[in-house]
């Protein structure tokens, strides 16, 4: 059967032509699954039952559920889901002057493997489709009663390994039918993958790129994230210069700050010399602590530090809010915790 959710209004057109329907008829299905979020079709009380019924005998509609809701003291909410197929992802609910964002998972695992992050420890099991994607955002919309104004791909695994599904999602998630989102208000965040950069950047959209920096040199930044032996720092800022150009959008590089690992002041001269000239922010992290990884957590006062190092030289750069530091905070701690807690009952 097909999973009918993650359709884009384009692909259901073609699909209720192709079963000898009117095409406007998919517009009616489309608004019944994105805006009014129903679980069945027999919910779907203005189509004919001719067609409900071989929606229902030829497609189904996916669903997750809530294993766990955690509340930081600072508002932040972390959700973990269970998928269809039993495995678990994370979302994270974030609050800025009221408004909500959605922290998404693009992927169950990751298989980029960067030192400072939870969601790679086990690999990469699989890719989520678009609907797993679209139900985070709508269960922790609905989980909050309020509408969302934002969303993030920061979540568990590396987005642009999954690039077609996320942007069928994109896609989705921004349709007048749907729940109408503004390309601007999307952030795709990256760990630096040149080609799928170069391939976003050739699709001339809105979105906000967010790219993963941590170091401004090969060496350091090859120890830290892996992915650099692959796409390399003058590889990933040509890509990133290339998406410049055709977009006319600002990319962010998230730079995690590892206390006496990548905050000297060599460091912040090494990211002027590779970002000088470009339009372009820099938002530091605070590490938090990252239970058998090596990592332990940076105070705010050491992100600070570096914050002046790099204003002394004209970058334009902010420190992160540091939120949810109280509930398993960093990307896939929770999961992680869950599936032990799971694994060590299964042994007793």
């Known amino acids: 059967m097909k999973e009918i959710l993650s359709y884009t209004a384009e692909q259901l057109k073609e699909y209720i032509e192709e079963i000898g329907y009117e095409t406007y008829r998919a517009g009616i299905v489309f608004s019944w699954l994105h805006q009014k979020q129903v679980t069945t079709f027999d919910a779907m009380s203005n189509l004919p039952k001719q067609l409900r019924n071989t929606l229902q005998q030829d497609t189904y509609i996916d669903t997750l559920t809530t294993q766990a809701v955690v509340e930081s003291k600072d508002g932040t909410v972390k959700y973990l889901f269970k998928l269809s197929d039993g495995n678990l992802i994370e979302s994270v609910a ?24 939870a969601s790679a420890i086990g690999g990469l099991v699989r890719n989520l489709t678009p609907a797993e994607m679209l139900l985070q955002v709508y269960a922790v919309a609905a ?44 952030t795709i965040s990256t760990s630096g993958v040149a080609d799928r950069i170069e391939q976003l950047a050739e699709k001339n959209l809105k979105y906000n790129l967010s790219v993963s920096l941590h170091a401004a040199n090969n060496a350091l930044r090859s120890r830290l994230m892996p992915i650099n032996d692959i796409y390399d720092l003058n590889r990933l800022m040509t890509s990133c210069q290339g998406y410049l150009e055709k977009t006319n959008r600002r990319i962010t590089f998230e730079y995690a700050v590892n206390q006496g690992i990548n905050d000297s002041v060599k460091d912040a001269r090494d990211i002027y010399r590779l970002l000088k000239g470009m339009n372009a922010h820099i938002n530091l992290i605070p590490l938090n602590d990252i239970e058998g990884s090596g990592v332990t957590a940076t105070t705010r006062k050491v992100a600070l530090s570096f914050k002046d190092k790099l204003q002394a030289l004209s970058l334009n750069t902010t420190v992160r809010r540091t939120l949810g530091d109280d509930i398993d905070a960093a990307c896939g701690q929770l999961r992680r915790r869950v599936q032990d807690e799971t694994d060590k009952e299964r042994l007793e």
């Open 94 to 117: 974030l609050f800025y002057r009221k408004k909500l964002t959605v922290c998404i998972s693009s992927q169950v695992g990751c298989a980029r493997n960067c030192s400072f992050c």
């Open 143 to 186: 989980d909050r009663h309020q509408r969302v104004s934002g969303v993030v791909l920061m979540g568990i695994g590396e987005p642009l390994d999954n690039f077609c599904n996320v942007m069928a999602f994109c896609d989705i998630i921004c349709d007048e039918n749907g729940l109408n989102l503004s390309q601007r208000a999307i």
